[in-house]
């Protein structure tokens, strides 16, 4: 056989390692599974051999009970089948495939209360979404807004503005922590640019914050008629959280 034809095989993306434990696991939930049969094998006797009303409705409950949490103790056990430990090596992908043959991929962050879900912390998420390591052209990020809030609104609209600067300076950098709350309380590195991407984080952060605790968004936070006018759609008196017109921006 001539192995000078045969290609070098590829890299791998990431390894599958079984645990040792799930062999006690298996054998732990063969005998915990034997127990509630056996159990239940008992509630069923009982309700056969009710003398009275009483005794057959409370073994009937007993039962449903116990059934109930049989299948919620057996819904849980999937996992424990059969851990195992994965381990994905990020270094191999571009050897194994060119960024252009990317797959496509949308990303959808849905929020729906900006007292819940402060706007500040979905930001965060939507930034470190969108700064991934991954071709711009081939990632789309969507957020969905249930509560219709002009508050989640203006922290969009203030991190659209942020965005410009934070995306190109994780990609100059090769940031890890692209989440920019996560970066800036980690220990990174002073530079001129690193203070000035700072000084316009918090400044954001400070905007969003003051009018989430407000609960509306400050004349002077308004830079442009066209964000005057887009926040102008939240404020009717028939936009209420439990019933709005769709806005798509």
């Given at each position: 056989?001539?192995?000078?034809?045969?290609?070098?095989?590829?890299?791998?993306?990431?390894?599958?390692?079984?645990?040792?434990?799930?062999?006690?696991?298996?054998?732990?939930?063969?005998?915990?599974?034997?127990?509630?049969?056996?159990?239940?094998?008992?509630?069923?006797?009982?309700?056969?051999?009710?003398?009275?009303?009483?005794?057959?409705?409370?073994?009937?409950?007993?039962?449903?009970?116990?059934?109930?949490?049989?299948?919620m103790?057996?819904?849980?056990?999937?996992?424990?089948?059969?851990?195992?430990?994965?381990?994905?090596?990020?270094?191999?992908?571009?050897k194994?495939?060119?960024?252009?043959?990317?797959?496509a991929?949308?990303i959808?962050?849905?929020?729906?209360?900006?007292?819940?879900?402060?706007?500040?912390?979905?930001?965060?998420?939507?930034?470190?979404?969108?700064?991934?390591?991954?071709?711009?052209?081939?990632?789309?990020?969507?957020?969905s807004?249930?509560?219709?809030?002009?508050?989640?609104?203006?922290?969009?609209?203030?991190?659209?503005?942020?965005?410009?600067?934070?995306?190109?300076?994780?990609?100059?950098?090769?940031?890890?922590?692209?989440?920019?709350?996560?970066?800036?309380t980690?220990?990174y590195?002073?530079?001129v640019?690193?203070?000035?991407?700072?000084?316009?984080?918090?400044?954001?952060?400070?905007?969003?914050?003051?009018?989430?605790e407000?609960?509306?968004?400050?004349?002077?936070?308004?830079?442009?008629?066209?964000?005057?006018?887009?926040?102008?759609?939240?404020?009717?008196?028939?936009f209420?959280?439990?019933?709005?017109?769709s806005?798509?921006?």
């Amino acid at each position: 056989m001539n192995t000078d034809a045969m290609p070098a095989p590829k890299p791998p993306l990431h390894s599958v390692r079984p645990l040792r434990r799930r062999h006690f696991n298996r054998l732990f939930a063969a005998v915990y599974a034997s127990a509630i049969l056996s159990l239940l094998y008992h509630h069923v006797l009982k309700l056969l051999h009710s003398t009275t009303l009483a005794s057959f409705f409370v073994s009937l409950l007993l039962f449903i009970s116990d059934a109930v949490l049989a299948y919620m103790w057996s819904t849980t056990q999937a996992f424990r089948i059969n851990p195992v430990h994965r381990q994905v090596f990020l270094e191999n992908l571009q050897k194994v495939l060119d960024r252009k043959d990317f797959p496509a991929m949308d990303i959808f962050i849905c929020t729906a209360d900006p007292y819940k879900e402060p706007p500040i912390d979905v930001v965060n998420t939507a930034l470190s979404v969108m700064a991934y390591d991954y071709p711009t052209e081939k990632l789309s990020v969507y957020v969905s807004d249930d509560g219709g809030s002009e508050l989640t609104m203006f922290a969009f609209m203030e991190a659209a503005k942020f965005g410009k600067q934070w995306l190109p300076f994780c990609r100059e950098n090769n940031i890890t922590d692209r989440c920019p709350d996560a970066f800036f309380t980690s220990n990174y590195a002073l530079t001129v640019n690193t203070m000035e991407i700072k000084a316009m984080y918090e400044s954001m952060k400070m905007k969003v914050e003051t009018s989430v605790e407000g609960g509306k968004v400050k004349e002077e936070y308004i830079c442009s008629d066209e964000e005057r006018q887009l926040l102008t759609q939240f404020r009717t008196k028939d936009f209420t959280r439990q019933n709005h017109p769709s806005i798509i921006q």
